[in-house]
């Protein structure tokens, strides 16, 4: 006995502790409940027994089995108090072995269907733990699957055509692809628990969702025809060997007895196949006990046939087979291989005759060939000892409708018209070599019943190997060992007899077991019907598993099903695909079919394994030690030889259904991370390529814009410009490298949550935007570190970006804050130390989105050249469907000692040399006269500038210090430059302001100094007023008293303070180049600038910022492009 301390609430105002808690209600432990409110908790003694683990919260993994009982469980315990917190997301190592040893992975399905059966879901049913072991879990469904249809129906006839050399290779080559994918499925299915699910499971977690849910479909697409191929096989038995006369349709004429054979497999087809639809939809319980009885039908059918090969040795089975001449003739319509006989001395004409002649006269007129040859009987079965085994050696192949004849001399015919039309054994289709491959390999398939039972094995993980590869060995000596058998006991003409006209209808193989031919017949029956039952009680589980992963959207309702979780649905689509394979009505046009899908199943097999293996993924741990990435190599490519071995269409054609399955699931699948090999081949590649990269920087014909994308997101943590990832998109048309980033304010400790928040924001926009790359999140102290660690660090290895994206910041004269331009600048500073390229798009939320613009132009104005990206970006733009229509303007500017006739001329040259098809037009910008505009909107700014310098004032009385400056300022300016009229102005303005000296001021705050010019033409303009509560005196004191003494200039002589010259000379610059540009592109679509270089001190910053909203004044869409250092278009090849 373990003890154990239980937390007890000591009662408040008189309450009993233990008196009032029946049943310990208020007493708890992990797991049962919370203290009641302001209770204290002590400890009480506790002997009860301790079963480890118990008590501790479960936690929700892959391999653990996990309810909602558990949740709000609490650790109880000093021990382990370190620990305390982490128990949410770290069980104790004792609660950990306590549910593994609990863990089970019944197969969904039919348990369930068989417990909601019993007990109708009225209680939940105690789930008992799998006992089977590999003999009776493993070993015999795998027997069971494996042997079948084919066996029965159509070895003797493979080997007859294909002779005894050629199909022992069919047989070889099949059963050591099997062989090789059961070594590389005993590796898969041993890494681990296999849940439900089996191969699929197996493919989909090692592959990925992509490859699994392909591979699954087609391995759902092969179960669902391998359904239609043994219901086809049981009505072939039932109609051509137990009751012939049962025939809806019957030929008249020899010509039409194919045609009507496959009508009646249509109709008879279509009927069994609702027969065993309703059965599995009624109760899979019943199949399932029934598969016993179907097992047994194949095993005593098989020991029938060993019987009938020793019995052959001393007493061969009487089957004659008659000749004539050295053809073989279908024994239906007489009783006597001969023309004629004696009876009572005279001779008559027999049965045969009269298939041959016009009447039963001796006269008659007969058949040529039938008339130069004699009729001769052989025995069907010569037996072991006989040496037919070296007849029957090489193959015998030939179109449809060829004679079967023994190697035999015969006089020909000259007119062989009317053979077809004669009860000759023919050939029904064309047989060759690939042909027979294709028809055979569906009798290997079924290695997969093993690993899909693995829930109900005892060891799966000691089971499926050893079960598999046992029975697939059995299988294989079988096989070979028929093939050697068949061949020599077996007349050549009668294993060529594909359904035993030539034996009075008797099934070939049936002829040489013992007791009797109808041991096989009816063996073969049941163990077509058992097969035809499985295969419909498994394709739709298979289905409903695709379907419930969600990786496949269109096949979301066929996971849904009866209550005890039929799928219903999935068994209605199942019954219609093998419905169109009962139509086709031809098992050997079946076959191949099927084959395809199991081959492709197959392989993808091998390659999982295969890769897992070369990849070393650390979860790679198979218990299952035989095997070795070469092997499944090998099987692969067997797999997908055989493939094109059997029908090289329709292997093209289950390629090209995986391949549509396969983008289907990458474009609107459900995105799922399973740890699968493909992912890590990607990370292997994506490593490899890295390290090539980092090697040498890349050729400037591959470069391309690898982007950096700067978004800023509101409060909400929502993008604020979302069109600048759909500008990105428009770029980059999904072609090379896009980071998004953002920055948060903060700690990441803080802010981590937040991160998550904005990255999946982020995330969500660029899903909206259709863009196409990485997102990253950085939490710093502030803004201005934030972006600079992206720049600097973004990226990886030689996959960095080489452009940074970003919009102009369109607030900022507005802005409080001047870190907010400042930030700005400091970027644009850091891209260029950085020899990045940088876009900053002006007006970025007027961009187009997804609509096509009409035909427009985009305007490129070069002034300098700056590595070529300018001419570039309008070339990659056009590439997308939004700006497809626009043509590509390109404008330079001419000075006054330029040639701007020869500058056109040498334009055109390049872009024809640049292969660019662009229109030329070159601007002259003579040198004129700075104008007093120039020079006012100059003085304005730097004045404006100097003074948030020299001020130290609180952000409100900083806007009102602004305001009187400007006045003061703009009537100075006028003062200056307008006639006395003007003056009287300024003065009844300055008499108005000292009338109201003892109301309330007035005070004029424009926050947009770009006014400042339509001002000075408008006297009686009145701007935005701000209403303020301060006198014009009391305001006066207030900023004389805050104002520091050390200031080097007083705020009242910036009045008289004269423009920097340097400023002047590029506002000017700013000026004219506008005026140009407004002229010119004013109606583009977008307008492609060169952005001037920052200021290299800190004094001009704001200046900066002046500069570049003057140039890009009065236009709309505008891109600012400063290339990164570096040549990125060339002219050569």
């Not at 699994?212 to 096989?233: D, E, K, Q, R, S």
């Not at 190997?465 to 007349?491: K, M, N």
């Not at 998109?729 to 998550?756: H, M, N, P």
């Not at 040498?906 to 070159?922: K, S, T």
Request: aromatic share 8%; glycine share 8%.
């Amino acid at each position: 006995m373990s003890e154990r301390f239980l937390v007890v609430p000591v009662a408040h105002a008189g309450e009993s502790a233990f008196g009032d808690a029946p049943d310990g209600d208020s007493v708890f432990d992990a797991g049962a409940g919370e203290e009641r409110r302001g209770s204290v908790p002590i400890l009480r003694y506790s002997r009860e027994p301790n079963k480890y683990g118990d008590g501790n919260p479960r936690e929700s993994r892959p391999f653990i089995n996990n309810t909602d009982d558990d949740k709000g469980t609490l650790y109880d315990g000093k021990n382990m108090a370190l620990f305390e917190e982490e128990m949410d997301s770290n069980p104790m190592v004792s609660s950990l072995l306590s549910k593994l040893a609990n863990y089970t992975n019944l197969m969904q399905g039919v348990r369930e269907h068989e417990e909601a059966d019993e007990d109708e879901g009225a209680k939940k049913q105690t789930v008992k733990s799998p006992q089977m072991g590999t003999f009776i879990g493993v070993y015999l469904p795998c027997l069971q699957n494996i042997l079948g249809v084919i066996l029965f129906l159509r070895m003797t006839w493979i080997v007859g055509t294909a002779g005894i050399l050629e199909s022992f290779i069919i047989v070889s080559m099949c059963c050591s692809c099997t062989m090789l994918t059961a070594i590389s499925m005993s590796a898969i299915a041993t890494n681990g628990v296999v849940p439900a699910g089996g191969s699929y499971y197996m493919i989909s977690r090692s592959l990925g969702p992509e490859f699994g849910g392909a591979v699954g479909l087609c391995f759902y697409l092969g179960t669902t025809f391998a359904g239609a191929m043994y219901i086809l096989g049981t009505i072939e038995i039932l109609l051509t060997y137990m009751v012939p006369s049962a025939a809806i349709f019957k030929a008249e004429e020899k010509a039409q007895e194919a045609d009507a054979l496959l009508n009646n497999m249509r109709v008879y087809g279509t009927c069994c196949l609702t027969l065993m639809s309703l059965v599995v939809f009624v109760g899979v319980k019943y199949v399932n006990k029934l598969a016993l009885v179907f097992l047994a039908c194949v095993v005593l059918s098989i020991l029938a046939i060993y019987a009938g090969v020793i019995k052959t040795i001393f007493e061969p089975p009487v089957f004659p087979v008659c000749l004539l001449g050295n053809r073989t003739l279908q024994n239906h319509g007489f009783d006597k291989c001969m023309k004629t006989e004696i009876i009572d001395n005279v001779t008559v004409t027999t049965k045969l005759w009269s298939l041959f002649c016009k009447g039963p006269e001796l006269n008659a007129s007969c058949n040529e060939y039938f008339s130069l040859n004699n009729v001769t009987e052989i025995q069907g079965i010569p037996g072991l000892t006989s040496g037919v085994i070296s007849e029957n050696m090489w193959g015998s192949y030939g179109p449809a409708g060829m004679l079967v004849e023994k190697a035999v001399p015969s006089v020909p015919a000259s007119d062989a018209s009317q053979d077809k039309h004669l009860p000759y054994v023919l050939n029904d289709i064309t047989a060759f070599f690939t042909l027979l491959v294709g028809i055979y390999f569906p009798s290997v398939t079924g290695i997969m019943a093993g690993s899909n039972r693995s829930g109900d094995l005892r060891d799966a993980q000691r089971s499926i190997p050893i079960g598999t590869i046992l029975a697939i060995a059995t299988t294989t000596i079988i096989y070979l060992s028929c093939v050697v058998l068949f061949g020599a006991c077996i007349e050549g003409v009668l294993l060529r007899d594909k359904f035993g006209d030539s034996v009075k209808g008797n099934l070939v193989i049936g002829t040489l077991s013992w007791p009797s031919p109808w041991v096989i017949v009816i063996g073969s029956f049941f163990s077509c019907c058992g097969a035809g039952l499985q295969s419909l009680t498994g394709a739709p589980r298979l289905l409903q598993a695709i379907a419930r992963d969600g990786i496949v959207p269109f096949l979301e309702v066929f996971g849904h099903g009866k209550a005890n979780g039929e799928p219903t649905w999935a068994l209605l689509l199942t019954a219609v695909i093998c419905e169109s394979g009962i139509l086709i009505a031809s098992l050997d046009a079946v076959a191949p079919i099927l084959s395809m899908f199991f081959l492709m199943c197959y392989l993808f097999v091998n390659l999982a394994c295969a890769l897992q293996t070369l990849l070393r993924t650390p979860n790679w741990r198979p218990r299952f030690k035989y095997y070795h990435w070469a092997l499944s190599f090998l099987g692969m490519s067997l797999c997908l030889a055989l493939m094109f071995i059997s029908s090289w269409y329709y292997a093209l054609v289950a390629m090209l259904i995986a391949g549509c399955i396969y983008k289907y699931i990458e474009y609107r699948g459900a995105e799922k991370e399973w740890g699968d090999g493909i992912r890590g081949l990607s990370l292997n590649a994506a490593r490899y390529a890295l390290i090539r990269l980092e090697e040498a920087p890349p050729h400037t014909k591959n470069w391309r814009p690898q982007l950096l994308v700067l978004l800023n997101l509101d409060s909400e943590l929502s993008v604020k410009h979302p069109r600048l990832l759909s500008f990105t998109t428009q770029l980059k048309a999904g072609k090379g490298l896009t980071i998004v980033g953002s920055v948060l304010e903060g700690t990441f400790l803080s802010r981590d949550a937040d991160a998550k928040r904005a990255e999946q924001s982020i995330k969500s926009a660029m899903a909206a935007e259709k863009t196409k790359g990485f997102c990253h999140v950085v939490v710093s102290s502030n803004l201005r570190d934030g972006f600079s660690h992206l720049i600097q660090s973004a990226g990886l290895g030689g996959m960095k970006h080489n452009s940074v994206l970003m919009a102009w910041p369109a607030n900022w004269r507005q802005s409080n804050d001047p870190q907010s331009w400042r930030n700005f600048i400091e970027t644009v500073q850091e891209t260029t130390a950085a020899h990045q390229a940088l876009l900053v798009a002006k007006n970025v939320d007027s961009f187009p989105h997804q609509e096509r613009l009409g035909e427009g132009t985009i305007d490129v104005w070069w002034i300098v050249h700056d590595g070529g990206l300018l001419m570039l970006l309008p070339f990659l733009l056009q590439q997308h469907k939004v700006w497809r229509k626009c043509k590509m303007r390109i404008f330079t500017v001419a000075q006054l000692d330029d040639n701007s006739i020869q500058m056109k001329k040498d334009l055109q040259m390049f872009l024809y040399h640049l292969r660019l098809n662009a229109e030329v037009e070159v601007v002259e910008m003579h040198d004129s006269d700075i104008s007093a505009f120039t020079y006012e909107k100059t003085l304005v700014m730097e004045q404006r500038s100097q003074m948030l310098k020299q001020m130290q004032l609180s952000r409100t009385e900083r806007e009102r210090e602004i305001q009187s400056i400007t006045d003061e300022s703009r009537s100075s300016i006028r003062r200056k430059n307008q006639s006395g009229a003007h003056g009287s102005a300024v003065n009844n303005q300055n008499a108005r302001l000292d009338d109201d000296k003892q109301d309330e001021a007035q005070l004029i705050y424009d926050r947009n100094t770009a006014s400042h010019a339509a001002l000075n033409d408008k006297t009686d303009a009145t701007p935005e007023r701000v209403h303020m509560t301060w006198t014009k005196d009391k305001f006066c004191t207030e900023r004389n008293r805050n104002r520091e003494p050390s200031a080097n200039m007083a705020v009242r002589d910036l009045f008289s303070m004269k423009p920097n010259q340097s400023n002047v000379r590029c506002m000017h610059t700013a000026i004219k180049l506008n005026e140009v540009v407004v002229n010119k592109s004013q109606g583009a679509h977008l307008v492609l600038l060169n952005m001037p270089g920052p200021p290299k001190n800190r004094g001009g910053d704001e200046n900066y910022m002046e500069f570049l909203e003057v140039l890009m004044e009065g236009l709309n869409r505008v891109l600012l492009v400063r290339g990164g250092g570096r040549e990125v278009i060339t002219i050569y090849s």
